[in-house]
């Protein structure tokens, strides 16, 4: 046939392939998630997200120990209170289960990047992200529990704050407390674009943080909306975002794309719970394979735009060399 353009010329062999590849997958760029409760040598698998376990701290200085000899370099840590109250007091507290992590972590560590959640939904007894009256979720007391968050989470030695409240004015609030505090070279990454999502449903089973009555659909994004996103994504950039987040990531991959056009700074993705499970669950039962499945879905969130991933994947992708 008198074909002149033949993209197959390129595809001939894996070092062509590998040659001319757009996107790669880079240990640099993924971050670990983490879920540290109270006690000791505590490990409770956590069934709806198999090969996750909650751990209590001496635990996960050994599992953070062992990942980072796979090459690990980030980590983004959840805190599993034993205690929960109203108004969320273990979230802010100095000798709260996050803060001794963080403070053990960069003891141990100190070139590990450690990246804190900032939210009440952990820690209260009614598990929404903020203070609840009369069956509302208050926007503007909540910024200041927020804001002593992070500031504790910061004093404790955190490299970087991510607030994933979804309440509005949080980043404001945050990084003039941060600020004030002297702590003013703390980044900032917002969960920006955060979506309330049926795909959170086995963290919040590991974190114990489903919320006790109603949903979070007065705070979290409509899945139905994308320039709601890019609106979302500009105030938390006027309120200091360092860095913007999109989550979930394999759902909102036209998401992630629009906000990295339009903004200047580094766009994160979250690859959350449920669509860690999902692949769990399917290579399991033998129907995928998962190593091709894990590397197509972090490249396409890549390709899409993100420039770090977060992902429960991170620590099999590490261990097995799952990079080409
Ligand atoms: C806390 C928080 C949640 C996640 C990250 N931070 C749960 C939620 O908003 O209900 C979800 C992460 C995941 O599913 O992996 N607000």
Redesign the pocket.
């Known amino acids: 046939m008198d074909l002149i353009e033949r993209p197959r010329r390129l595809r001939n062999s894996a070092i062509l392939r590998n040659m001319i590849s757009e996107t790669q997958l880079n240990a640099d760029k993924l971050i670990m998630?983490y879920f540290v409760c109270e006690g000791r040598n505590i490990r409770h698998a956590i069934t709806s997200m198999p090969g996750i376990d909650r751990v209590s701290l001496d635990n996960l200085l050994g599992d953070v120990s062992s990942d980072i000899a796979y090459g690990l370099k980030s980590v983004l840590l959840f805190g599993i209170p034993d205690q929960k109250d109203e108004r969320g007091k273990g979230a802010y507290d100095t000798n709260g289960i996050v803060q001794r992590a963080v403070r053990a972590l960069k003891k141990e560590f100190p070139e590990l990047l450690v990246i804190t959640?900032v939210?009440l939904?952990e820690f209260t007894s009614h598990g929404h992200?903020g203070i609840v009256d009369n069956g509302k979720v208050l926007n503007d007391p909540t910024l200041a529990l927020l804001a002593k968050t992070a500031v504790s989470q910061a004093a404790a030695g955190a490299d970087m704050v991510a607030p994933?409240?979804m309440m509005d004015g949080r980043v404001g609030a945050i990084r003039q407390s941060l600020d004030e505090q002297g702590f003013q070279n703390i980044p900032i990454m917002s969960y920006a674009a955060k979506y309330a999502s049926a795909?959170?449903g086995p963290?919040?089973d590991a974190a114990g943080?489903a919320p006790q009555f109603g949903d979070?659909q007065s705070y979290?994004m409509d899945f139905r909306n994308a320039r709601e996103a890019e609106y979302e994504v500009l105030l938390d950039l006027e309120e200091g975002a360092d860095i913007v987040m999109v989550k979930p990531a394999l759902s909102y991959l036209d998401i992630i794309c629009r906000v990295r056009q339009m903004v200047q700074v580094p766009v994160c993705a979250?690859n959350?719970?449920?669509e860690y499970s999902m692949v769990k669950i399917a290579a399991h039962s033998g129907f995928v394979n998962e190593e091709q499945m894990v590397k197509e879905i972090l490249t396409s969130i890549f390709r899409a735009g993100a420039d770090m991933v977060i992902s429960y994947h991170t620590r099999d992708i590490l261990k097995n060399n799952w990079f080409k």
């Open positions: 998630g959640d939210c939904c992200c994933s409240d795909f959170y963290f919040r943080s979070r979290q979250y959350v719970s449920g």
